[in-house]
């Protein structure tokens, strides 16, 4: 209404109570973007996935990884400091004895929720010996039922590729 306020009870005229102003005033700026993108199209942020990936930054964390010891064992030692870190409540440790003397525990099982995750690393951080990472880089969580988004010991350890289980 080209910033006239009127009050209750106030008259309008005609052209104000059938919107035409405003009607054209849209269609413009309508008409305006999509010639904008008509001419300029690599301006746009519209990637053509997965033909295109969109470059991510060096501080990036993709999908958790556990880190083997040189004997291809998990380097994990059951801790739970990872899963008592996590906000999401989305990892799940069950230890077990270790058949190394020295070493006092292992993961018996070691599974995540990839769906309940919020990747802030905060499991990376509170981990004591290294055991888990976030580095992989890879960003692409595709599966056709929830249960293939519960990763597993074997899979963190091994995976490589992108999706799940």
């Known amino acids: 209404m080209n910033g006239k306020v009127h009050g209750y009870g106030g008259k309008m005229t005609l052209g104000e109570r059938l919107y035409l102003g405003e009607i054209f005033r849209g269609l413009g700026i309508t008409i305006r973007h999509v010639i904008r993108n ?8 519209t990637v053509q996935y997965p033909e295109e990936r969109r470059a991510y930054s060096e501080r990036f964390r ?7 010891r040189e004997d291809g064992t998990p380097r994990c030692v059951a801790c739970m400091m ?12 069950v230890a077990e004895e270790h058949p190394d003397p020295a070493i006092e525990k292992a993961p018996a099982s070691f599974e995540i929720d990839l769906l309940r995750c919020v990747y802030c690393g905060l499991c990376e951080e509170a981990c004591p010996c290294d055991a888990i990472r976030m580095d992989t880089g890879i960003y692409d969580l595709a599966a056709d039922s929830r249960e293939k988004f519960w990763v597993d010991k074997d899979f963190l350890l091994n995976n490589t590729t992108d999706g799940t289980r």
Request: contains cysteine.
């Open 38 to 45: 008509l001419l300029h199209t690599g301006d746009l942020p």
């Open 62 to 68: 993709g999908r958790h990884r556990l880190m083997k």
């Open 82 to 93: 990872c899963s008592t870190a996590c906000p999401a409540d989305c990892i799940h440790i």
